[in-house]
């Protein structure tokens, strides 16, 4: 794939934002105000690839709210710097609150970006180029909307929904928190335009942008989300026409030198190897502290030691299944030549030329999780049918385990939910999964049990500093983040998820 070295900055609504990946990088670096701009076919492209780039920013920092809260990793603790308790510990040991800061990061960050989507649709509708050029940035623009109105459904339940442009920031002080089925109702409509709207693939100039098969994968998630099982079969099946594939080597998937390959729907994208501003760093936050390079092969380079695979994380592969070196290491050895037990995700490592700069992309929708979405919804519509069965055991064969088979209807569902935990590992899934497949109670049990687990052999050393009693202990109200204090004191109609005061 090309990479080009021009950025651009575009100044549209209220946020400046720079351009995304190769394809984004198209003009010549200008800043531009909403007055004067949206007036051509190339300023439209300049303010969708301003979207994407806020996208980067987002999935950055997407695995606290998605992995770090679930039973999949933990943290490496640190004795010394004890100052991320209100923040990200408290997302770690379910402690969150409405003053919770990186609560309140996660909520800006979404309306900023729907702010600068809704007045980009805004002024493609009244651009004067021809509807077959618009139709293609009407269905990216919609995607992304409905992504991110779909995960704010899941962290915050009721939630505030503007589909018009804002001329000035009070203006969203005046909105209220519409309800769940009304949001799915723009989310499902966005999708459905989105679908009618891109192609099935892109041009080589343009690989990497968001295609026909990400629209129906996403509304396939949306429908088995809201178990409406008959549509979510009808839909996933759609994407299994496209020509996806599974990617003999599972490996391969996460390689940056072979990424936007045949198995992959929908990833962000990030350019390391340069100075353009475009890369990615995440094996830097998951690697191990006081490292030293021993794992970030830079010297005197250590992680930040966050996201760790947690024991159980790690006792959930099979014996045999050839994901778990990819996906995680269970320590290193040092420089000096001791073994360290100090886990890491494996999956974001690879070699880079300049410190600080890698070249992954993150993985958002993968065909592995389309054919373990249809399975799961043929399950709950048939049972455990041929058709559902070889959808499961095309990723376990491509894992080189055994298949499974004669399973009755609520194994196969477990073994699903198995399935997706060991192949999206560290994909960002987790969470949802389990708010999909447990009601607010089981998924209460389910963590205080893995909780109790941790405290009682925790996956790193906490050198001597017990648990507080509030560590680890996950109330069925925390299926949904609070809204945060801050919202709520500017915006008087907004009113607070239950559980939080």
Request: glycine fraction near 6%.
């Amino acid at each position: 794939m090309k990479h080009k070295t021009v950025l651009l900055a575009v100044l549209i609504s209220f946020t400046l934002f720079s351009c995304g990946e190769d394809f984004l990088n198209k003009t010549d670096p200008t800043r531009l105000v909403e007055g004067n701009f949206y007036q051509t076919e190339q300023q439209m492209e300049q303010a969708v690839n301003g979207v994407y780039s806020q996208l980067q920013d987002i999935i950055r920092n997407q695995w606290q709210y998605n992995e770090f809260i679930t039973d999949n990793t933990t943290l490496h603790f640190n004795p010394s710097d004890r100052g991320q308790g209100p923040s990200l510990e408290a997302i770690e040991f379910w402690q969150i609150n409405p003053s919770t800061s990186n609560i309140n990061n996660l909520y800006n960050s979404y309306y900023q970006t729907l702010v600068n989507i809704n007045t980009t649709l805004a002024k493609l509708e009244a651009a004067s180029f021809e509807e077959s050029v618009k139709k293609p940035f009407e269905g990216q623009l919609k995607f992304l909307r409905a992504y991110y109105y779909f995960n704010l459904l899941q962290y915050f339940g009721d939630v505030i929904v503007i589909t018009e442009p804002l001329e000035t920031p009070e203006q969203a002080w005046e909105y209220s928190r519409q309800p769940v089925a009304q949001v799915y109702e723009l989310v499902e409509s966005d999708l459905a335009d989105a679908v009618a709207s891109l192609p099935v693939s892109w041009d080589s100039e343009n690989v990497g942008r968001i295609t026909k098969g990400a629209a129906l994968s996403l509304l396939g998630k949306v429908y088995l989300t809201k178990k409406e099982y008959n549509e979510a079969v009808a839909t996933l099946r759609e994407v299994t026409s496209l020509g996806y594939e599974l990617l003999p080597s599972y490996a391969d998937v996460f390689d940056p030198q072979k990424k936007n390959h045949i198995e992959s729907v929908f990833d962000v994208q990030f350019q390391g190897g340069n100075e353009l501003g475009e890369w990615s760093d995440f094996i830097y936050t998951f690697a191990p502290r006081e490292s030293v390079g021993a794992v970030i092969n830079f010297p005197g380079q250590s992680g930040a030691g966050w996201n760790i695979p947690s024991r159980d994380m790690i006792a959930a592969y099979e014996e045999g299944d050839l994901r778990k070196e990819v996906s995680l290491k269970e320590g290193y050895t040092s420089l000096e030549g001791e073994w360290v037990p100090v886990p890491f995700i494996n999956k974001y490592n690879h070699p880079h030329a300049i410190r600080g700069r890698t070249d992954d992309n993150w993985p958002v929708i993968r065909y592995a999780d389309v054919l373990l979405m249809l399975a799961e919804a043929i399950n709950e519509v048939s049972g455990p049918t041929t058709e559902a069965a070889g959808y499961l055991n095309q990723v376990r064969s491509r894992a080189g385990l055994d298949p499974l088979n004669n399973l009755g209807k609520d194994a196969f569902r477990e073994a699903v939910l198995q399935e997706r935990r060991v192949e999206l590992a560290f994909e960002n899934h987790r969470w949802f999964d389990l708010k999909r497949t447990k009601s607010p109670q089981e998924l209460a049990d389910f963590l205080n049990a893995y909780g109790d687990f941790e405290k009682s052999n925790p996956t790193t050393s906490r050198s001597g500093i017990p648990f507080t009693a509030a560590d680890f202990v996950f109330e069925p109200h925390e299926v949904l983040f609070p809204i945060p204090a801050n919202q709520i004191l500017i915006n008087n109609n907004l009113t607070q998820n239950e559980g939080y005061k």
